[in-house]
């Protein structure tokens, strides 16, 4: 058979994980699923234990979202707005060359703000007004405005762009659909517009830089200006085709026949000294033919002093002047300061190069362009760009509103209504999410009107602004739109001076009538801009934008200002709506004409709604309207709704006090709850003080009825505890856990307690610790309470021996373990804030002695359990080992021991299965202890054997030892060798010694005993050496003091008894004694005594020299005072040789007495048992001894 030195148990190898507890998600255990679903709040009555926990969930329910700031979350747009993370919008253009239809299409700006809940509902609707927009036309209004936009599209000039609709029938088509005209007389107003007188164009061109030029004066600079003017048709348009090498130029003879006229001829400044000159001159040309008509422009070197000014002003006076060989030197020499010219060549301007530009190739929104200098011929040498701004407009229109007078604006404006409204039909989908895209032909159609009205980009950026944005307040539009449009307006802003001062007031008037529009929507912002719709709260930022960059226009207007304190509006515009959002809700959940009783429900709700707004104001609200419009809306709205709630608190509150009840108590602590959390989220704000909120006394009124709530919470632990434990089975609740149901709801309840403890935080610190004492006081009676009916339980099962209660009984040890734990944890959450501030981390005084004295009581309760399960197995211990003491000498050590070892390792497992790790470590412990005391049990009941008796039970220990430990998984090896381990080890090592072995062992363990009390028997002084030359060991007993008073007069008459030991050693040397001192406790001797004994004998293990105090008495027996002992071995002359000198010079050594103890005694009691002659006479003599030392007390 294998031997079982190698025994461990596999159950204890494996590292024993106690489960967690953790609240499950549905409140309370499987065991107690039978219980009713949540009430209602207030719906518990006082007794029902598990309707009061089912309120007090609902509590803590509202306390989860509640711990701590919202933190901030990137935010998605939803819906019809675009991703958030888009790059920001781009500079909008600066030239006025892009036709105005739809702005271009702009990325929504970065968000600055965060959301609580991404949602992809669509925002909700915004009120709208139909009497907000432009006035409704008059049937002759429309007609006239209709062939405005006929007359526009049939004389339309230049060239289309690549985005704009050429088709001309497609653009009268689309008019026709737009007015609702019939066939008939849509054919009938076309006839009327070409009736009518074509309409004058003009060309307006801006010369704005050039670069690059060729340097023509000495310096390596030139001085360059432009001399540009129309070269009319010559009757038939020109077709387009390759150019000629001869050009026309301003300054040689053209070889067209006809005269230009003067004042078709314009200059700009000469740039002194540049090749990049920069004019920036503007200047308009009527044009006679748009198919055939040219734009040419002349860029020349100055070489002389005159200014070209001037002589163009005295140019264009000259008149009847013909032949364009001689025209321009000629009138530029009859123009000179003086009247006076040298030769020609003397004042000849250097050519720098050309541009001819035929009108009809203008495009009809106009154009900001870098054109390439031309040569006069090839063999002409130039080089170098300018820059152009060039638009074509009309200057004369035979319309109906031209000819009332209606400046171009009005009618822009007018006709952009009109397409707005056609475009926008409220019937498409996510109609409030329209950005304004027009189609194609209306795009078309307003870049033409906008272009021949000869409408500025800041008087284009103005117009759609105004008609947007009372559009807006008639149908909804996308504030991301009415953004962008406002961006334009602020990059042409650099013209407002030449705004018209119409056009002035009609923006003042709109933004008057926006910012009134939006201030409506802001008193309602919880209704159109709910926290919890991502799409609503993005078109909050961009309204709050809108209104916001209103503000940079305000300091150019000069007529009339919109409004000078918008921000103060904004905030008054708030406020206004807190109070009504507050009052709607106070009538709905709590009205005043109510009795208190019935407000005091909805008057928690109502608190609660005020702490849920109040997050959304700090996580999503706050932030838009700091960044945007500096506005603290936190703080603003925090502050009045907390006044608020606190005044309806204090009235209710005093209104209830004579009328407490239980369930007015139940109210007003949840109402508390709430209350506190407000002060405590303002409190958790950096730089924020409660201390001057309305809420910050509020707890005084709420004191009686949370005391009386405490108590009610006091009497329905103790019931919920008396129900679970009623309905447990004392069986695991599943697999992964070794606890019953009625501790799992015990533990919730304990938690529960901890978290309503945190969220009451009572401010005042005396109060708080009356609370908090009494609460866990509370506590530790209900979880005393909750152990005694276990036992209880367990003690009523029936059945009650040995098996049968094992597995309950691993439960209730687990229940009670399991408590402790929680028990404990809830005990240091209830800790209070003091009044005088100690360490960080130290519970109050009285909460850490009422967590201790739980401690111990369940410790002590968990140590009754433990005992009581191991007792079941103490007769089968037995059992086991007295078959190892009578097993036959013939049997293996491991054969004796296997029995045992197998009865351990199955009743370990079971343990294992059934027990938590702290457990199983108490019941090893017990189970140790038991081993122990029945080995010992056996040895005592087994005296006189043979040696192999007691080999096969110290093979037997070492054995259990291993199982014991397993390795490291099981009990530590400090705990298993201490205690009763050593006593037992020791009695099986004298077992096998001899009678000799066992006397040394008895002098060995004198010497090695130490005195616990030092004062108590006193102290011998003696000097001790050996004289080799005399073979002979010399002691002298110097004195004693502080001896122990063994006589009725309180003194002694000590002696000291001096002898060598073991006898065995010393068989020939007789024992010596002192003189007698009468009636000290400090007695001096000074006395030398001689024992002549071999070296040898005194290096010997155990040899010493024994002290023994006694007292002396003539009449009685003497009494023993004391012994101590020194061994031999250190003594000088037998460790080493003595050199030199006196041995009376040596110093004396100080023994403290002692009196023998329990490790000394069991050499004795060994050598009792044994038969032989030396170990009886040893035990007499030793015995005659201890009858001296019981007689003294």
């Known amino acids: 058979m294998t031997t079982l030195l190698e025994i461990k ?262 740039k002194s000294s540049t090749l990049n000159p920069v004019w920036k001159e503007n200047f308009v040309f009527e044009i006679e033919d748009v198919r055939a008509d040219q734009l040419h422009l002349d860029i020349w070197d100055h070489d002389d002093d005159v200014s070209l000014v001037e002589a163009c002003r005295k140019l264009n006076e000259v008149i009847g002047l013909k032949g364009m060989s001689r025209y321009f030197k000629q009138i530029v020499k009859s123009a000179r300061a003086n009247g006076t010219a040298g030769p020609a060549e003397d004042h000849t301007d250097d050519f720098l190069g050309c541009l001819n530009i035929p009108v009809r190739e203008v495009p009809v929104a106009g154009e900001d362009r870098w054109f390439k200098l031309e040569p006069r011929s090839s063999a002409s040498r130039v080089q170098g760009d300018c820059q152009l701004v060039l638009k074509l407009i009309t200057t004369q229109r035979d319309t109906g509103m031209s000819q009332r007078g209606r400046a171009g604006f009005l009618s822009y404006m007018l006709l952009l209504s009109r397409l707005l409204q056609f475009e926008h039909r409220s019937e498409e989908p996510k109609a409030s999410c329209w950005r304004g895209e027009l189609s194609g032909p209306a795009a078309t159609i307003l870049c033409l009107h906008g272009a021949q009205n000869n409408l500025s980009a800041l008087q284009l950026a103005v117009l759609h602004w105004q008609v947007s944005s009372r559009h807006h307040q008639t149908r909804t539009l996308d504030y991301g739109y009415l953004l962008g449009l406002l961006e334009d307006m602020q990059a042409h802003w650099e013209e407002a001076s030449s705004l018209p001062q119409g056009q002035e007031e ?20 919880r209704d159109f801009f709910p926290a919890t719709n991502s799409t609503a709260v993005y078109r909050l930022e961009l309204l709050l934008k809108c209104l916001s960059k209103m503000q940079i226009f305000q300091p150019s207007f000069e007529v009339c200002s919109f409004r000078t304190e918008l921000n103060a509006d904004i905030s008054a515009a708030l406020k206004r709506g807190n109070r009504e959002w507050y009052d709607r809700l106070l009538n709905t959940k709590s009205p005043r004409e109510q009795s208190g009783p019935q407000r005091l429900a909805g008057l928690v709700e109502l608190a609660d709604a005020v702490y849920e707004d109040l997050q959304s104001c700090y996580g999503i609200y706050a932030s838009l309207f700091h960044s945007i419009t500096d506005i603290d809306f936190f703080t603003l709205t925090f502050r009045q709704l907390e006044r608020l709630v606190a005044e309806e608190a204090w009235v209710l509150t005093e209104e209830l006090s004579p009328k407490m009840t239980l369930e007015v108590a139940s109210g007003l602590f949840e109402l508390y709850v709430t209350l506190a959390d407000i002060r405590r989220f303002w409190s958790s704000i950096s730089g924020r003080d409660s201390r001057s909120l309305a809420l910050a006394g509020i707890h005084g009124p709420f004191l009686p009825a949370v005391k009386l709530w405490l108590q009610v919470l006091r009497d329905q632990v103790r019931w919920r505890l008396q129900g679970a434990v009623d309905v447990d089975t004392l069986e695991p609740m599943d697999a992964s856990s070794k606890h019953s149901s009625s501790a799992a709801t015990a533990s919730l309840c304990f938690s529960h307690i901890q978290e309503l403890w945190a969220r009451l935080a009572w401010p005042d610190p005396a109060q708080a610790e009356a609370l908090g004492t009494q609460l866990s006081q509370d506590l530790c009676a209900a979880t005393l309470f909750y152990t005694e009916l276990l036992r209880k339980k367990v003690d009523a099962q029936p059945g009650a021996a040995g098996e049968a209660l094992s597995e309950p009984l691993c439960v209730v040890l687990n229940n009670v373990e399991l408590l402790r734990k929680a028990a404990g944890q809830t005990l240091r959450g209830l800790a209070w804030p003091e009044v005088t501030s100690g360490p960080e981390g130290v519970l109050p005084r009285p909460l850490l002695g009422c967590a201790q004295a739980l401690d111990e009581d369940l410790q002590q309760e968990v140590h009754t359990v433990t005992a009581h399960l191991t007792s079941k197995m103490v007769a089968d211990i037995r059992k086991y080992v007295q078959h190892i003491s009578l097993s036959p000498d013939s049997i293996q050590n491991d054969e004796a021991v296997a029995p045992l070892m197998k009865y351990l390792d199955e009743k370990l497992a079971v343990l294992n299965s059934s027990l938590v790790k702290e457990n199983l470590s108490r019941v090893l412990e017990a189970l140790w202890e038991l081993l122990l005391q029945a080995i010992l049990r056996a040895l005592g009941a087994n005296l006189d054997v043979s040696a192999d008796f007691y080999g096969r039970f110290h093979f037997t220990l070492e054995a259990l030892v291993s199982f014991f430990h397993a390795e490291g998984q099981g009990l530590p090896l400090e705990s298993l060798k201490d205690g009763s381990y050593k006593r037992l080890e020791e009695e099986l090592r004298l077992h096998q010694c001899s009678t000799r072995e066992c006397i040394e062992q008895y002098y060995l363990d004198k010497l090695k005993q130490r005195s616990l009390e030092q004062k108590r028997f006193g102290r011998l002084s003696v000097r001790c050496h050996y004289e080799a030359a005399e073979q002979r060991l010399v002691v002298e007993v110097l004195h004693a003091a502080d001896l122990p008073p063994l006589d009725a007069n309180g003194l002694s008459d000590p002696f000291v008894i001096v002898e060598l030991g073991p006898p065995h050693l010393f068989p020939l040397v007789r024992s010596q004694r002192t003189q007698v001192k009468n009636r000290t406790l400090h007695p001096v001797y000074d006395e030398l005594f001689y024992f002549s004994v071999p070296a040898e004998a005194c290096r010997r293990r155990g040899a010493c020299v024994l002290f023994t105090v006694m007292d002396h008495d003539w009449l009685s027996t003497n009494d023993f005072a004391g012994e101590a002992a020194l061994g031999l071995g250190g003594v000088g002359g037998i460790a080493r040789p003595q050199v030199g000198g006196s041995a009376r010079a040596r110093q004396p050594v100080t023994l403290h007495l002692r009196r023998p103890r329990a490790q000394v005694k069991s050499a004795l009691r060994m050598l009792e048992g044994r038969t032989n002659k030396e170990a009886q006479e040893f035990v007499k003599r030793l015995k005659e001894l201890e009858k001296c030392m019981e007689a003294d007390p």
């Open 9 to 270: 148990s596999s159950v204890l190898r494996q590292v024993q994980a106690c489960p967690t507890f953790r609240r499950r998600a549905e409140g309370e255990p499987a065991a107690t699923s039978a219980d009713p679903p949540e009430p209602a709040a207030g719906a518990w009555k006082p007794g029902d234990g598990v309707e009061f926990f089912a309120h007090m969930r609902l509590i803590l329910k509202k306390g989860e979202g509640r711990q701590g700031l919202p933190r901030p979350e990137v935010r998605m747009a939803q819906s019809c707005c675009p991703v958030w993370a888009s790059p920001p919008a781009p500079t909008p253009q600066t030239d006025s060359r892009r036709p105005w239809g739809p702005p271009p299409s702009r990325p929504s700006p970065q968000c600055s703000s965060q959301v609580l809940l991404r949602s992809g509902s669509p925002a909700p609707a915004e009120p709208v007004d139909p009497s907000r927009g432009l006035r409704a036309l008059t049937q002759e209004e429309v007609e006239m405005l209709y062939e405005e936009a006929l007359y526009t599209v049939l004389y339309r000039a230049g060239t289309m762009g690549p985005d704009q609709v050429d088709d001309q029938e497609t653009l009268l088509g689309y008019l026709q659909q737009v007015f609702g005209t019939s066939p008939e007389e849509h054919a009938e107003a076309i006839e009327r517009v070409k009736k009518a007188k074509a309409p004058t164009y003009a060309l307006k061109v801006s010369v704005m830089r050039a670069k690059n030029l060729l340097a023509k004066d000495p310096n390596g600079f030139s001085d360059p200006y432009c001399m540009l003017g129309i070269l009319p048709a010559s009757g038939a348009p020109r077709e387009p085709g390759p150019r000629t090498e001869q050009r026309f130029g301003f300054r040689k003879g053209s070889k067209r026949g006809g005269p230009l006229p003067a004042k078709c001829i314009q200059v700009t400044e000469v």
């Open 506 to 525: 009609s923006l003042a008037d709109s933004f008057n009538a926006f910012s009134e529009f939006g201030l409506r929507l802001l008193r309602q912002l």
